[in-house]
Antibody, heavy 121, light 109 residues
Framework: QITLKESGPTLVKPTQTLTLTCTFS??????????VGWIRQPPGKALEWLAL???????RYSPSLKSRLTITKDTSKNQVVLTVTNMDPVDTGTYYC?????????????WGKGTTVTVSS | EIVLTQSPGTLSLSPGERATLSCRAS???????LVWYQQKPGQAPRLLIY???SRATGIPDRFSGSGSGTDFTLTISRLEPEDFAVYYC??????????FGQGTRLEIK
């Protein structure tokens, strides 16, 4: 059974750097065709993809946020870490990580429950 | 950059009725990369449909997906009370790699 859990601070100040950790089980990020992605959702708004990392360490970022994002993985700990620099109140929302399947089809089949981040001074 | 437009924004129906949700892409996309999710309040999104028409594990057969090119549809044949939620379409592989629609809220009439 695949599970993912997001963790990190619930409150950050403007201009600070946010560091979120996705701890997963039930799969390995060394398996071909597997990835982990980060998605966020401002309160009452739609989902927005942020970044993803594949089994081969290929990393992709949302073009609109690329300069502020860094994604890394630690396969020995079954963790993926996302950092977001220069946080702003508009970055407030729920941040999810998700398991990605890459085969003939591409999709995110299992999501964590999300972690809520508020940006405020 | 691809844009996914979902319609209607809100759909008001009664249990037992048929729901038809639309997702239109600003450019042609591969059906292999078109996905539908369901999200209930306070919960993470749940995978419903991948590859435009393949149901995910455990998804009831009242949910079906169809379409190709730029026009895709999620159909719920007979609404159950637990189906009232927000539905998102998503495309994977065209710049900016992963794009979500703005969502359709399915509410009880």
């Amino acid at each position: 059974q695949i599970t993912l859990k997001e963790s990190g601070p619930t409150l950050v100040k403007p201009t600070q750097t946010l560091t979120l950790t996705c701890t997963f089980s039930g799969f390995s990020l060394t398996t071909t065709g597997v990835g982990v992605g980060w998605i966020r959702q401002p309160p009452g708004k739609a989902l927005e993809w942020l970044a993803l990392i594949y089994w081969d360490d290929d990393k992709r970022y949302s073009p609109s946020l690329k300069s502020r994002l860094t994604i890394t993985k630690d396969t020995s700990k079954n963790q993926v870490v996302l950092t977001v620099t220069n946080m702003d109140p508009v970055d407030t929302g729920t941040y999810y990580c998700a398991h990605i399947v890459i085969s003939y089809y591409y999709y995110m089949d299992v999501w964590g429950k999300g972690t809520t981040v508020t940006v405020s001074s | 950059e691809i844009v996914l437009t979902q319609s209607p924004g809100t759909l008001s129906l009664s249990p037992g009725e048929r729901a038809t949700l639309s997702c239109r892409a600003s450019q042609s996309v591969s059906s292999s990369y078109l996905v539908w999710y369901q999200q209930k309040p306070g919960q993470a999104p749940r995978l419903l449909i991948y590859g435009a028409s393949s149901r995910a594990t455990g998804i009831p057969d009242r949910f079906s997906g169809s379409g190709s090119g730029t026009d895709f549809t999620l159909t719920i044949s007979r609404l159950e009370p637990e189906d009232f939620a927000v539905y998102y379409c998503q495309e994977y592989a065209t710049s900016p790699l992963i794009t979500f629609g703005q969502g359709t809220r399915l509410e009880i009439k």
